[in-house]
């Protein structure tokens, strides 16, 4: 079974701090996804990667950005957390060349106060 | 900007009736895929049909897709109460990279 396992499952950070977000997947799949999800909103994709330190930005891009260092490891990274940020974010990960089914992580809930 | 918009919003029905959801898109796509999410959890692939493709079948789902009418809609037959959750399609679009874009949702409660 492939798994994406998501490092936190709750945070809660203050206003102004870093925060990182980490993303594995264990089964070699070169597209890699961060979505933030909101009450009547859906999924919304933040960025995403194709390969190994590349990366596109997705619909909703700002205060947010990524790293892909190693294929199997996607982090996004909020330079300066703020409120309008506290939202569940999904990883999702891809085999890709239009074999697209994405398979989810168990997401992470975070609050950011 | 959303590529997919499911309707309804929310659907309620009785265990043992059918449910459809329906999926509307804009632009030309790969495929199209449906996921359904239980309350806080991740999304759960649940079938992927291609543009070349008009109607899928997975146990007591059935997905069909209408590339002229840019639609999608899918049917639970004989509804359970564990089928109470949220359903999302999501279409691969023909830009690159094979970006994977999902609609708001349809909120479905079975009632037992």
């Known amino acids: 079974d492939v798994k994406v396992t998501q490092s936190s499952r709750y945070l809660v950070k203050r206003t102004g701090e870093k925060v990182f977000l980490e993303c594995v997947q264990d089964?070699?799949?070169?597209?890699m996804f961060w979505y933030r999800q909101d009450p009547g909103l859906g999924l919304r994709l933040i960025y995403f990667?194709?390969?190994?330190?590349?990366?596109e930005k997705g619909d909703i891009p700002e205060g947010y950005s990524v790293s892909r260092e190693k294929k199997e490891r996607f982090s996004l990274i909020l330079e300066s957390a703020s409120t309008n940020q506290t939202s569940m974010y999904l990883c999702?990960?891809?085999?890709?060349?239009?074999?697209?089914?994405?398979?989810f992580g168990q997401g992470t809930r975070l609050t950011v106060v | 900007s959303q590529q997919g918009e499911e309707d309804p919003q929310a659907l309620s029905i009785q265990e043992g009736e059918n449910a459809t959801m329906n999926c509307s898109y804009k632009?030309?796509?790969?495929?199209l895929q449906w996921y359904r999410q239980n309350s806080g959890r991740g999304l759960v692939h649940l079938i992927l049909?291609?543009?070349?493709?008009r109607e899928k079948h997975s146990g007591r789902l059935r997905v069909t897709l209408d590339t002229s009418k840019k639609s999608s809609s899918l049917l639970i037959t004989a509804s359970r109460a564990a089928d109470t959750a949220s359903y999302f399609c999501a279409t691969a679009s023909k830009t690159s990279y094979d970006k994977v874009i999902f609609g708001p949702g349809t909120s479905l409660s079975v009632i037992p």
């Open positions: 999702a990960s891809s085999l890709g060349n239009m074999n697209t089914e994405a398979f």
């Open positions: 990667s194709y390969d190994v330190k590349m990366k």
């Open positions: 632009t030309s796509i790969n495929n």
């Open positions: 089964m070699d799949h070169e597209n």
């Open positions: 049909i291609r543009s070349n493709e």
